[in-house]
């Protein structure tokens, strides 16, 4: 299906691309509307506004609220947020890390990239950082996945 999630643990970032066999359209709304968020990112989403500076939440039930604040947004191109690492906590430079989506063109649909990256400035010793990072790793393996399964439907 898809390429899998690599960390960089010299740049403290973890990315994955992935090719999905539908628009690029289809693939905006499924990372930019709450409700189509909440559909493989969590169990539900809130995002006001999709502009920079939009703060919003991302909630798995097993896990709580986590904050999150919209930094860029390109339509059909790129959607980037800073989140903080853990639940009902604000986001700060020394509690979150910076997420970004782009998006391109590709014969018969879609590529999408998603790098996280700022790990090294999140409060912590270089040890809770990796850890920190890899579980990341493991995580957009996950939603990724269900991120592909859901548009293109198998």
Known sequence: MSDHAVVDEETFSVSRTVHVRVPRDQVWAAITQPKRIAEWFGD??????LAVGTEGTLHWDDDGDFAFVVTAVVEDFLFE???AKDPETPVRDDTATT????????????VI???ESGFE???GDDAARLEHLRGNREGWELEIDQLVTLLEGS
């Open 113 to 115: 990239t998603v790098v």
């Open 121 to 123: 400035l999140v409060a």
């Open 44 to 49: 539900s989403a809130t995002l006001p506004e």
């Open 81 to 83: 947020f800073r989140w």
């Open 99 to 110: 997420v970004r989506f782009t998006l391109a063109d590709a014969p018969a649909g879609t």
